[in-house]
Structures are given as C-alpha cells and as structure tokens.
C-alpha cells in the first residue's frame, strides 16, 4: 500500500512537471510566432475585407455565430456563477464529494476512496447486514476493515422489529426478512475471522429499522439515507471532511454514531462467546444473554423485546419498589406482633 502511495505521488509529481513544461513551451511559440502573424494580418486584412464588405449574407451570418457566441458565453458565465456559490455552500457544510446512486465506474472511485481514507485509522459504521458493505469481496469496506486499527461495527439485530420492517419494506421479491438473518449471519461470521487474526474488531446489534448509512474513516463520514422501499445502492452518498470549519456536518454525525453506539439499549455481540453484552450508560456490563439463532417469528412485532435490556431508571425503581414493600410488609409484620403481646 504505500509503495502503492509513492509511485502514484511520482507520477503525479511528474505529471505537473510535465504540463508546466508544455504551458512554457506553447508561452514561448505563440510569442516567437506573434510577429510573422501580425504581419500576414496587416498585409491581407484589406484584401479580404474587399472581397467580403458587400457580402450581405456573410455579414448577417457572421452577426448570428457572433450574437450565438455571446449567449452561450454569458449563460456561461451565469451557470459558473451559480455552480460557485453551490461549492461555496457545500464547502461551508464540510461536504467534500458527491456521489450519485452507484455506478460501476463510479463504485470504484468510491472503494479507492474509503481504501485509501481508512487505511491504518479507526472506522466507526452503521449498516444493516453489512454483507454488501464488507463481507463481501466487492464491499466497499472490505478492504479497509482488513487495514484499519480499530473498527467499530453496528448492525441490524436478526431478532427485532427493524430488520422485519426493512426487508418487507423494499420491493425485491428477492428481499426477504430470512435472507436479512442469512446475510446478518455471514457477516458475523467474516467479523469474527477477522477477531481470530488479532484485529480489533467491535460489534453491536440494534434493533429498530436502519435510518442513515454511515461510514467514519478517520476524518471523513460517508452518508446515506435509508429510503424506505428502495435499495440502499439507488441512494446517494456524500462525504463530510472534519477541519476547523464549525458548521461542518462531520461533527453531528460524528455524534450521532456515538449517541447510537453508547446508547444502552443496543447490546455487543461478543464474536468469541456469541453472547449479547448489555451495558449501563457507564459502560459497566450488567447482563449478558446467549445469542440464540432465529425463529420463526423474528421480525414481528414484538420478537426482538427480549433483547431490549429495561433501562437504569427502570431497574433503580423496581429495586426500590421491591425495598419498600418489604419494608411495609416488616413493618405490619411488627405491628401485629405488638397487638398479640399486648
């Protein structure tokens, strides 16, 4: 990879040289040529303006290409114009690319990009089944989950509502809730060969229906919108660069992954138990459930609310409900006690 990176640097490099020398080299034959062609003008400008001065046609068609030339040279301008102030808007957001729904040439530029962005960074993402992503060779992400340092993954759970509601929300005969728990399956399969080689490699499990893509590769965060009813690939994508620019989008998405990935309601699926991990807003484990494979009724509603841990403020009331109850109970216990001794 990085012998990859200095060759293309040189050549690069080179390539500037190169059109340096030929804008000097074309400066140099215009101004030598300059002379012998003010000259030719001079000396034949009157004679041919003899020939044409009467021509009314030539003149009226000359007055069209002219008039013709200043439309297209002032609409021109005017779209420049426009185009720069959209620039200026987009780069004031932080927005650095665009990408319209994929294409095959467009795909590639997109996995050299994101190769290139996490190659040796942290990556954080939100996918649904994450086959198309990275399990698979042609993934956009995977060769950069087999290159980065850490990688932090969400994915849809098998077990809950939103992976059901977002295969029977798109049109392909072909999308299934069960072909979801297949694809959801092969890519914790491909995370965990991954685990086994030593990369360090987190995943939870969410289950709500998937509302952005996003992929954070170092400093920059790839987005799309889960559209429902259509494929995530007809969506298209944009890229946030993080500098020192406070109104870019970089940061607000930067947060959200991490409101979604600290939030206690989304399990880790620990790759070498198979276990789903709950943890408390401080990150300290409380539960932890065997990741059973999935039923029948996954995908209704309902199925995945065994994976749902209660919240802290919930626990914290039951446990003081059931402290005061048993208080209450001692309590009258005593009492009547008392009335039998008097």
């Not at 140099?28 to 020939?51: E, N």
């Not at 559209?227 to 660069?241: N, S, T």
Request: proline share 5%; glycine share 8%.
């Amino acid at each position: 990879m990085i012998k990859k990176t200095s060759t293309k640097r040189f050549l690069q490099g080179l390539g500037r040289a190169l059109y340096h020398v030929l804008l000097v080299a074309m400066s140099a034959g215009i101004a030598f040529s300059l002379p012998t062609m003010v000259s030719i003008v001079a000396r034949d400008f009157w004679t041919y303006w003899a020939l044409v001065e009467k021509q009314n046609i030539f003149l009226v068609s000359v007055e069209i290409a002219l008039a013709l030339l200043l439309v297209l040279f002032f609409n021109y301008l005017g779209s420049s114009w426009r185009d720069r102030r959209f620039a200026r808007m987009a780069r004031g957001s932080g927005m650095v690319h665009f990408f319209p729904a994929s294409r095959f040439l467009t795909q590639r530029r997109i996995r050299r990009l994101k190769k290139k962005q996490g190659f040796a960074r942290d990556i954080m993402t939100i996918a649904s089944t994450g086959h198309r992503t990275f399990t698979d060779p042609r993934g956009d992400l995977h060769d950069v989950l087999q290159n980065c340092r850490e990688a932090k993954l969400m994915l849809l759970n098998p077990h809950g509502e939103g992976a059901g509601a977002r295969a029977k929300s798109i049109l392909d005969p072909e999308v299934t809730p069960e072909r979801f728990r297949e694809q959801i399956k092969k890519s914790i399969d491909f995370l965990k060969q991954l685990k086994a080689v030593q990369k360090n490699i987190k995943l939870k499990l969410y289950g709500d229906a998937p509302f952005l893509k996003l992929a954070i590769l170092g400093d920059y965060v790839w987005v799309k919108h889960y559209h429902p009813g259509l494929d995530i690939h007809a969506m298209p994508e944009y890229v946030f660069e993080h500098d020192q620019n406070p109104g870019s989008l970089y940061t607000p998405f930067y947060q959200y992954f991490l409101m979604r990935w600290d939030g206690p309601d989304t399990p880790e699926y620990d790759l070498e138990t198979d276990e789903l991990v709950y943890r408390d807003v401080a990150g300290n484990e409380f539960k932890r459930e065997k990741f059973d494979a999935p039923s029948k009724h996954d995908g209704e509603p309902g199925a995945g609310e065994s994976f749902r841990p209660a919240s802290l403020t919930s626990l914290t009331y039951h446990h003081e409900s059931s402290t005061r109850s048993g208080e209450a109970d001692r309590g009258n216990a005593a009492v009547m006690d008392g009335g039998k001794s008097h």
